[in-house]
């Protein structure tokens, strides 16, 4: 364990020679490594009474050092030990000692080194493209022809070509240092202050050994990115792992080694929230897309009516149909389930092959009559989520979870639980080529408070003028519907419908087309709150 | 070492009823084993033989059982190499499988790997299993099972999700047994329902 004591800078002073270029002093704060660079510095130079120039920023371990050339500066960095308070209201310890010449400031080139290096620079600058090319700087021949050794793996060296950016061009938007045999990052740490602008970086072909050393540079609002051919690559199992890595360091990151990369990770999805209205989660075609649409519309419709025979027709005459609630039926909550435990066929808890078999519903009578049974609903569309996720010439494969009301009238009010749902649905087409269902599975639990509240949000319309009151329900529905989806408002979605026959399919076709075509004025678009 | 004569004889056929014994158990443990990877139901009586004009036609409770027996071999060995086999994962999927989840489309086992290398480790419970065998006429004779279950799952130890899946299984019959991967799975997230 070091202990740092605070010497004197002034009381050093006495010791030195005025104006001597060896007055160094080294500034550590213990644990900087938790904070973010920038932070620090701007905390610490707004803190101070002194303006300085620090010099060498770097981590040791979990220090945080840095250094000034400037007596007054570290006499008044002394000053603000134990001031400045972090984000979780820690007082941040500053020490200064006396210190040697920091590494990059010796062996400084020289004036005549640095003019030729800033004309070799220049060189290799490309103006339109903004991008400055030092691949393989070593053996330039310009710089061996005056003698100029320029290993960019030493910070003298580095630290020379940064400062020639900083004062030339420090609009840089691309740096190429490849095959220079760089081991570390330390030397490029200050190129987020000197050129934040760069995009793109190349660090191929050196030696870097591990990505941490991106952690030097991660300020950098990198897009493109060349890292291949650095020991590094090989410490990761499989490229999607490395590329996740790599964009750990730079988030805007959308090209690596040459190559594009793929939509955000995984990781992000995770954590997104994920529940979109039935408008925007298919996958598929368009025409499916309005086949499912209108399907789960008229299923609906006669679901929600008091007439759900009819929705024999929709079924095949060997159909399946299958209902389960998760979870354990002795759980109390479930209980307002009854009307659906009875039917309930989770194998997880019925393991009888027996009631298995017979609590599959089979043939569309039998279904009918199953589902005649339940409780009347009310299904709000708004809240569907819909995933076709297989299909063929023949078959349509498709999920839609949702909420639903119970319509219970009690003193001509109608109340009742809402219900969450999914439904999996398989239609295939018969000779006749018409579609009907031949697999129907179905779960329905309690929804969560959420749902219930933000469920049946959008109002049913009330008429607004007098053509509307003789809509019928299914009608009324369809305009709501058609209304949201194609963002004009319930009079002009009402014109639209009445004029194709109230053939959606067919309105939405001619909208679109309409829409093309510009022929939508302006004030048929409503805002939907 | 073997000593001559009878004793010899004795310790001899006694080490190779031993050694017979040790082979039928570690045949059978490995033969478990191998199944494992592979969701495996026996096969149904007059599927073995196809277009034999003396099938007769089978009963629909024997699909259902097949169907059933089927998804819960399926459920078992599906998440448990989800979560402690990642690698071996797809190996359930048919070539051209398709998966979507939440919303989003992977198809091909080229895309399935690297999915399911990027998806983070993950702790699966399912509460509910269900399944029906789906209809002829819309799987063209191809014995297909439909699954779905839900549960709830975390990923990399961060917080619990409800989901929900879906899943259409094949079957690839032999003679000797019906092998079942996967053709289509859908999965979704789906905090609706209260714990």
């Known amino acids: ?529 | 070492e073997i000593l001559p004569g009878e004793n010899g004889r004795r310790k001899n056929s006694v080490c190779l009823a031993g050694f017979t014994i040790f082979l039928n158990i570690w045949s059978s443990y490995s033969r478990g084993n191998r199944t494992r990877e592979e969701v495996v139901t026996p096969p149904l009586p007059q599927q073995s033989v196809s277009g034999s004009p003396m099938a007769m036609p089978v009963d629909f409770k024997t699909y259902v059982d097949q169907a059933c027996r089927a998804a819960e071999e399926f459920v078992n060995i599906y998440y448990e190499t989800m979560d402690k086999r990642r690698r071996a994962l797809t190996r359930l999927y048919l070539d051209k499988a398709t998966l979507i989840w939440n919303g989003n489309v992977v198809t091909g086992l080229d895309a399935l790997t690297n999915f399911f290398e990027v998806l983070p480790s993950s702790e699966f419970q399912v509460n509910m299993l269900d399944c029906q065998p789906v209809h002829e006429q819309a799987t063209q004779a191809q014995t297909t099972v439909l699954v779905v279950t839900s549960g709830t799952v975390k990923f990399d130890g961060n917080r619990q999700h409800f989901f929900n899946q879906n899943f259409l299984l094949t079957a690839q019959t032999t003679p000797h047994n019906t092998v079942w991967k996967i053709a289509s799975d859908c999965f979704r997230f789906q905090d609706w329902a209260t714990t």
């Open chain 1, 1 to 529: 364990i070091k202990a740092y004591q605070n010497r004197t800078p002034e009381r050093l002073m006495e010791n030195t020679q005025d104006g001597n270029l060896g007055d160094w002093f080294k500034i550590t704060v213990p644990y900087g490594i938790k904070y973010d660079k920038t932070w620090l510095m701007n905390s610490i130079q707004s803190h101070c009474s002194v303006p300085f120039t620090p010099v060498d920023f770097h981590y040791v371990k979990h220090l945080a050092q840095f250094f000034v050339q400037d007596a007054s500066a570290a006499s008044a960095l002394k000053d603000i030990n134990y001031k400045i308070f972090d984000e979780e209201n820690q007082k941040i310890p500053i020490f200064v000692n006396t210190s040697a010449v920091p590494y990059s400031m010796c062996n400084k080139l020289e004036p005549e080194k640095m003019e030729q290096l800033k004309l070799t620079i220049s060189k290799r600058y490309d103006v339109s493209q903004k991008a400055l090319d030092l691949h393989k700087l070593r053996f330039d021949p310009d710089l061996l022809g005056h003698d100029i050794i320029i290993i960019l793996n030493r910070r003298n060296c580095m630290t020379a070509i940064l400062q020639t950016i900083k004062k030339n061009i420090p609009e840089l938007l691309s740096l190429n240092l490849c095959k220079n045999k760089l081991c570390q990052l330390d030397g490029l740490s200050d190129i987020i202050q000197i050129a934040p602008t760069i995009k793109t970086l190349n660090l191929s072909k050196n030696e870097l050994k591990s990505a941490r050393e991106l952690d030097k540079i991660k300020g950098l609002k990198l897009e493109e990115l060349w890292l291949q051919g650095n020991p590094l690559c090989n410490t990761f199992p499989n490229q999607p792992t490395y590329v996740s890595a790599i964009r750990k360091y730079f988030p805007n990151l959308s090209r690596l080694d040459g190559q594009d990369l793929p939509p955000p990770t995984v990781t992000g999805i995770v954590d997104m929230d994920i529940i979109k209205p039935c408008k925007e989660s298919f996958k598929g075609p368009e025409t499916l897309k309005n086949l499912i649409f209108q399907f789960l519309l008229h299923y609906y419709l006669i679901y929600d009516s008091e007439d759900r025979e009819s929705l024999l027709s929709a079924y095949h005459e060997e159909a399946c149909f299958s209902l389960t609630v998760p979870y354990n039926s002795e759980d109390p909550a479930l209980s307002n389930l009854c009307e659906y435990l009875k039917d309930n066929r989770n194998m997880k808890n019925l393991k009888d092959s027996d009631l298995r078999f017979q609590l599959l519903k089979h043939t569309k009578c039998e279904i009918v009559n199953s589902l005649c049974v339940f409780p009347k609903t009310q299904h709000d569309l708004n809240s569907y989520v819909v995933d076709l996720w297989a299909h063929t010439e023949i078959m349509l494969c498709f999920s839609v979870s949702g909420v639903f009301k119970e319509v219970i009238e009690v003193e001509r009010k109608s109340q009742g639980s809402v219900r969450a749902f999914t439904r999996t649905f398989i239609l295939s087409s018969g000779s006749n080529s018409s579609m009907c269902i031949v697999n129907d599975i179905l779960t329905v639990g309690n929804a969560r408070t959420e749902e219930t509240q933000s469920a049946f949000s959008i109002p049913v319309p009330t008429p607004t003028f007098s053509s509307l009151s003789t809509l019928s329900q299914e009608q009324q529905e369809m305009v709501q519907i058609f209304s949201i989806q194609s963002g004009i408002s319930l009079q002009w979605s009402q014109k639209c419908l009445q004029d194709n026959e109230w053939n959606y399919i067919k309105a939405a076709q001619v909208f679109a087309t309409f829409k093309t075509q510009g022929k939508i004025p302006e004030e048929a678009f409503k805002q939907i709150s």
